[in-house]
Each structure stands twice: as C-alpha cells, then as structure tokens.
C-alpha cells in the first residue's frame, strides 16, 4: 500500500518538474521503491534522482532536491523527505498515515492486498503433469505448491486463472506400465513372466495387478495380446489418474482441467500441428526419423518430431497442446517443469515460433530437483527404480501445512533439502511453526478480550472511528510497516514468479509482531489504549491470514 502510493506520488513530482523545466524533460525512468537497510534513514528510498540524472546528464544530488521540492506531500502522510548519499531520496512516513493503514486493514479484511494489475487477462498455469505411470513422489510435491501458490497469486493480482494438469497418457511409458502389470498378473495367474525392460518395479504394480486378478479372474488370459495390453493400460491409468487426483486434493490443490495427451492425438490435432510446420519447411527427413528444424529458434541441435515407428515424441505433442490451449482463448501459457526437462524449452517454443506465434506466449518456470532428509540421510526417489518417497506418505508424516510450507520457501531456482525432522518441530526454529503460532496468539488475545467484554474491530467495517492516535510506540510503528508490505509482496511475488517471497514475509510479520506482543500489552486499563492496539492485532491476523491463505496453508487458532 505504502509502496504504491509512493510511486504514484513521485512519479507526479517528477512529471511537475519537467513540465516546469526544473529538470531536463523525458520519459519518466522506472525507478524503486525500497526499503533501506538501516530503518533509521528512512522507512522508505528512492533512486528516482540518480536514474533520472544518468537519463538526462546533471548532478544526481541537485535533481534530487528539485524533485523534493516539487513533491510537497501533506504533513500527515510523509514526516520527513532528505536527500542522502550520491542522490537517493529518503522518505519516512508520518504517524497518522499508517494509522490509517491499520484502519484500512481492518476494513478490507481478506480483500487487503487484492489489485487489477491482470485486469482479467486469461492465464493457463499447468503444472505437476507428472506422468500417469504410479503415485506422486515428493518432487511433484514441490511442483504441485510452485503452481498452485503461483496462481493464488495471479488471482490476487487481477488475473483470470486457470490450473491445468496434462496426461501424458500416451507413449512408451504409459506402454511400460501396462506390460509391468501384465507381467505380475500373469505370474500370479500361474504364468510366471519376467519384468519387462524399462518396467516399474515398484509395489503399487503388483496392488494393480492383483486388483485385476480379484476383479476379472483369469478374463484376460483368454484374449490376444494387444486387447489385454489395451485394457490393462486404460485401468492402470484410471487408477493412477485418480490416486494423484486424492493425493493432490488432499495437498489442497485442485485443478479446473486434466487434459488428456491421448485424446488429442486421436483428435487429429498432433498430425495437423506437424502439417502445418511442414508446410512452413521445418521438418525434414533423415535416418529413417522426421525432424523439426529447431537449430532455426535457438536450440542447439534439431530435435525428433517422429520416431521411425511413427510415434510422436513428447515434443511433437507439445506443440499440438500448447495450440490447443490459445485456442481455448488463454493470452498466456504459464508451465512449471522440473530442471531436468529445461532442454525442453527451447524446442517447444521453436515449434510455436514456427507456427507464427510469439515466444512470449508460452513461459516456462523451472525448478531445481528436491531431496529429502531424514536423520542425515538422503533417500532416492525414482519411479523407475522402485525406490521412492510418496507425496502420500510425506503428508502422513509432516502434515500437510509443513510440506507445503516448507516447499514453497525455498526459491525454485534453488535445489532443496526437505529437512524432515526440522518440520516436526515445535519450535521457532520451525518457520511454519513460528508463523501459525503468531496467528495463534492473535486468536487468544482476541478470545481473552472478547471473554473481557471488549471487541477487537470486525473486518469489513467499523462502527466508531478507531483510537488509533494511541498508537506512538516503535514496535507499533515496525509492525505496521510490515504490514504496510503485503500488496507490495504479492505484487513481486507474482509477477517475479517467486513464491517464496510470501514465507520470508510471512516470517518478517510474525517476528514483528511477537516483538510488538513482547513490550507493548495489548489489554490494559486504558480503553483507548487497548482499542488501538486490538486494532493492530485484529490487522496482524488479517495480514497472517491472507499471507498463509495464498500458501495453502491453515492459519490456526490455537496450537
């Protein structure tokens, strides 16, 4: 809020004074905002002069007294405006402007911090995808909290948002699951069968198989081949389909769509995407496979669109999806894949750009792998292998809030260590720990007041005008500059793509508050006094709310 306002505001001073010809005319820079690192300059700086004066020649310094002095903002919302340093301009703000943003807080409630920046643009964010072949490990969990937390905020931030989760129902892998199936329920049919090469060993296979065994009997031995690798791929799928579907409901991540890669093949539209391209001349033929021409888009070498046995690559539906979802009427394509799919991005992009379609349609966030610790060791999770960590059993074995909490604070570019034992903590050295419990102490001094016969504000509206000229002390004033910060974060966060912007702030409102919780009391004999300070407390919960709301996790009231 504060932030915002700010800006707005220099930006009118800096159009005032080029007008008048205080300093040189031209287009107004994109300047910051921030936050100095030592609070005593200032809450707030801008290097507005210094952009300004490399923009248009002249002493940073000068220009920044000039803008100083056409800013003249009203006493009651800024204190002090200094120039300080080669140009930087500090601003702090005056007592009675953030307590109006208290009172502002406590009116909105849950709307604090929504803004019309996406001004209902249609974005698609697909993400988990993972492949329909066996139970979500725990890197699709990390996936799953990227994207969703990812959109909660597109959706704060204006946007129209869509969640998508593809199926790669299709191909070779979906082919090798069902021949690890056959290959079990064959042998507990009396036909011992090896695993096939590139099956899944892992012990959901054989639930599936025997799941088959008690459901059909020996049905399917009576059949040829195809038809029975025909059916017990569709069950299968079905049947992991909708297990991923339990686990990421219960990981509160719901989707709008699942879309299937198999229907849009049989729907013709892979074979009129290559079609198209083809047309366009950048396939080819050469060793017995067709080629796309990506070296022409930035990728480093030409890539397989068919293989010699005229199945699709992965790539070649990709590009059919990605066209199918512009034709659902969406202006942006938001992915979220893993690291070890980033030699994917250029191909797909290139086969778009063939099509005539921008690049910048389609965005693609990559996240770095993660590995989970337990006791100092770190376990394996491959599908392939047999030896992995289940979403499933991470939930059962940290809850829900720790794991997407503790996902979701690590940026994506960053590989992480899910330390096990530290989301068991009840302790401030857990930081999802740390944070509920703030909100949790919010809810008891609001319970103690209310058994008290005194009120905190309700939000949505106030019927008395707030005391909040009671509010003088330090510790109030830190803590309403945190919350001050919100807006600001979801609108960086967001349009950064970097989700855990919102735990390290979630993190900074907490510890604000248990300072201003450790020498200010809240109920005291001074009604107006006590007023006040609910109402800071009444906004904190508010701001810790909405803050775990976009997280996906609960903000309990009592721990």
């Given at each position: 809020m504060f932030r915002e306002a700010l800006r707005r505001e220099i930006r009118d001073a800096i159009t005032r004074a080029m007008e008048s010809g205080a300093i040189p005319s031209g287009e107004v820079p994109a300047f910051e905002v921030e936050v100095p690192r030592d609070r005593r300059h200032g809450d707030y700086a801008t290097n507005a002069a210094l952009l300004l004066a490399k923009q248009?020649?002249?002493?940073?310094?000068?220009?920044?007294?000039?803008?100083?002095?056409?800013?003249?903002?009203?006493?009651?919302?800024?204190?002090?405006?200094?120039?300080?340093?080669?140009?930087?301009?500090?601003?702090a703000v005056a007592w009675p402007w953030k307590r109006d943003l208290v009172a502002t807080i406590c009116r909105l409630g849950d709307g604090y911090g929504l803004q019309a920046i996406g001004a209902g643009r249609r974005v698609n964010v697909e993400f988990v995808s993972a492949n329909p072949t066996g139970p979500l490990h725990v890197g699709a969990g990390r996936n799953a909290v990227i994207g969703d937390v990812l959109a909660n905020l597109l959706e704060a931030l204006g946007f129209s948002i869509s969640r998508e989760y593809y199926m790669n129902d299709a191909g070779q892998k979906v082919h090798n699951l069902a021949r690890s199936v056959e290959a079990h329920y064959l042998t507990m049919l009396g036909q011992p069968?090896?695993?096939?090469?590139?099956?899944?060993?892992?012990?959901?296979?054989?639930?599936?198989?025997?799941?088959?065994?008690?459901?059909?009997?020996?049905?399917?031995?009576?059949?040829?081949?195809?038809?029975?690798?025909?059916?017990?791929?569709?069950?299968?799928?079905?049947?992991?389909?909708?297990?991923?579907?339990?686990?990421?409901?219960?990981?509160?991540?719901?989707?709008?769509?699942?879309?299937?890669?198999?229907?849009?093949?049989?729907?013709g539209a892979v074979d009129r995407a290559l079609a198209e391209i083809r047309?366009?001349?950048?396939?080819?033929?050469?060793?017995?496979?067709?080629?796309?021409?990506?070296?022409?888009?930035?990728d480093d070498k030409d890539r397989v669109i068919v293989k010699p046995t005229g199945e699709w690559t992965y790539f070649g539906s990709d590009i059919a999806y990605h066209l199918d979802k512009l034709a659902r009427g969406f202006d942006l394509m938001i992915n979220v894949w893993a690291i070890d799919h980033i030699g994917d991005v250029a191909r797909v992009k290139g086969g778009l750009a063939a099509l005539g379609i921008s690049p910048e349609a389609l965005e693609i966030l990559i996240y770095q792998h993660v590995r989970l610790k337990n006791a100092g060791e770190y376990l394996r999770m491959s599908k392939s292998s047999g030896e992995f960590v289940a979403l499933r059993e991470l939930m059962d074995a940290v809850g829900v809030d720790a794991a997407r909490y503790f996902f979701a604070m690590i940026s994506p570019a960053?590989?992480?260590?899910?330390?096990?034992?530290?989301?068991?903590?009840?302790?401030?050295?857990?930081?999802?720990?740390?944070?509920?419990?703030?909100h949790a102490r919010i809810a008891g001094i609001l319970r103690e007041a209310a058994a008290a016969g005194i009120g905190a504000p309700p939000a949505g509206g106030m019927e008395a005008p707030l005391p909040l000229d009671r509010l003088t002390d330090?510790?109030?004033?830190?803590?309403?500059?945190?919350?001050?910060?919100?807006?600001?974060?979801?609108?960086?966060?967001?349009?950064?793509?970097?989700?855990?912007?919102?735990?390290?702030?979630?993190?900074?409102?907490?510890?604000?508050?248990?300072?201003?919780?450790?020498?200010?009391?809240?109920?005291?004999?001074?009604?107006?006094?006590t007023g006040a300070r609910l109402a800071l407390v009444e906004a904190t919960r508010i701001v810790l709310r909405r803050t775990l709301g976009l997280l996906g996790v609960s903000a309990p009231d009592s721990m």
């Open positions: 248009a020649g002249g002493v940073p310094r000068e220009i920044a007294q000039r803008l100083v002095e056409f800013y003249a903002p009203p006493p009651d919302r800024i204190a002090r405006l200094e120039v300080a340093g080669p140009g930087f301009i500090n601003i069968t090896p695993p096939p090469e590139g099956g899944y060993p892992g012990e959901y296979v054989k639930d599936l198989a025997g799941r088959l065994v008690a459901d059909d009997g020996d049905r399917w031995l009576r059949v040829s081949e195809d038809e029975r690798l025909d059916h017990l791929r569709d069950i299968s799928v079905t049947a992991v389909v909708a297990d991923i579907r339990e686990v990421l409901e219960r990981f509160g991540v719901r989707f709008d769509t699942w879309f299937s890669e198999r229907a849009l093949i049989r729907s047309a366009r001349d950048y396939i080819y033929e050469a060793d017995g496979k067709t080629w796309f021409r990506s070296t022409c888009f930035g960053v590989p992480m260590d899910f330390d096990v034992a530290l989301a068991l903590q009840h302790s401030q050295d857990n930081p999802v720990y740390y944070v509920q419990y703030a330090e510790r109030e004033a830190a803590l309403i500059h945190a919350l001050g910060e919100l807006p600001e974060v979801i609108r960086l966060a967001g349009l950064r793509r970097e989700p855990h912007r919102l735990c390290a702030y979630a993190r900074e409102v907490a510890e604000a508050f248990h300072l201003f919780y450790t020498h200010c009391r809240v109920l005291t004999d001074d009604p107006d006094l």
